[in-house]
């Protein structure tokens, strides 16, 4: 069978994420049954042979729909019939969040259990899922860390599929008789997500020209680089809590020092958001008496003779 180039490029992309990951140490495949998730079992496959890494499968059963279990097991039985170890695993789903940051929590726990303390785990997002993670972000308004998109090494979480499109999953899922699993959710015009892959992606790429997805993951590289570059000199602000200090600082490098700042008094991270920041920015350059800055986790920032510092949030 000739190597499909989405195969090769797959494979690639397997080996780029995990060429600082010790040889020994465990690789977690997430695996749900969809043709994403599929043909990193595919890559991830040949590539565990090869280099003879210690590399399984962990299918997440979030409960949620009913035949769940019947899709975890044929997503098992596959991934097994290419070689490699697989099991699926029932978690509880909890509230906090609203139902996918729910689900989406219980998935991560699970997935990081199963790799142990050393190990790293791939996820299948694919250059669709980044496009679409951008155009959320801009819609949130987050500003350049939000925009930036998903990495493809962020710690213990690897993304080496980022570079292929939906198209080249199934592609390689069809070269393999892989029968991929649809969530009905991904169609679901309740879900947000769903209408920017099925709406809004398709009626950009016809007035802007195809090539709109691409454009999108291109510009989250470009943003990724540059806040990564901001994030390491803002780390190199010794006293971050010094308002003369913090004043002194340009725009966009004192926001990062001030969500340090927010994030080491015990801000939650998922939660920070820029009016956060904007309101801690005007206790250091529009300062007239203001008590307080609140910030999820029930924290909050003071000044006091030109310094900023913690006192207990609200409830």
Request: proline letters at 4%; aromatic letters at 2%.
């Amino acid at each position: 069978m000739r190597l499909l180039d989405a195969e090769a490029r797959g494979r690639a992309g397997v080996r780029g994420v995990l060429a600082d990951v010790a040889p020994d140490a465990s690789v977690v495949l997430g695996v749900s049954g969809g043709a994403d998730s599929l043909a990193l079992a595919v890559c991830a496959a040949f590539v565990a042979d090869r280099d003879d890494r210690r590399a399984r499968v962990v299918v997440v059963d979030h409960g949620l729909q009913d035949g769940s279990d019947a899709v975890a097991a044929r997503a098992v039985e596959q991934v097994r019939s290419l070689g490699l170890p697989g099991d699926a695993v029932r978690v509880q789903v909890g509230t906090a969040g609203g139902p996918e940051a729910a689900a989406r929590a219980a998935r991560r726990t699970a997935l990081l259990e199963a790799a142990g303390h050393d190990g790293v785990v791939l996820l299948a997002h694919t250059l669709d899922d980044q496009a679409e993670t951008v155009l959320l972000g801009l819609g949130r308004g987050s500003g350049p860390r939000s925009l930036a998109g998903m990495a493809a090494r962020d710690g213990r979480w690897r993304r080496p599929f980022l570079g292929l499109r939906r198209a080249d999953t199934e592609a390689v899922c069809r070269a393999h008789d892989l029968i991929w699993w649809t969530d009905p959710h991904n169609a679901d015009p309740a879900f947000r997500r769903a209408r920017l892959r099925h709406e809004v992606l398709p009626l950009l790429d016809d007035v802007l020209g195809s090539g709109v997805p691409e454009a999108l993951a291109r510009t989250a590289d470009q943003l990724r680089h540059d806040t990564a570059l901001l994030d390491e000199l803002a780390g190199q602000v010794e006293d971050a809590a010094d308002v003369a200090t913090l004043a002194a600082l340009p725009p966009a490098l004192r926001s990062r020092v001030l969500r340090r700042l927010a994030l080491e008094a015990g801000a939650a991270p998922g939660e920070l958001g820029a009016v956060h920041l904007a309101a801690l920015d005007r206790l250091v350059t529009d300062w007239h008496g203001q008590d307080r800055v609140e910030l999820p986790g029930h924290v909050a920032l003071t000044r006091t003779a030109g310094r900023l510092h913690r006192i207990d949030g609200g409830p």
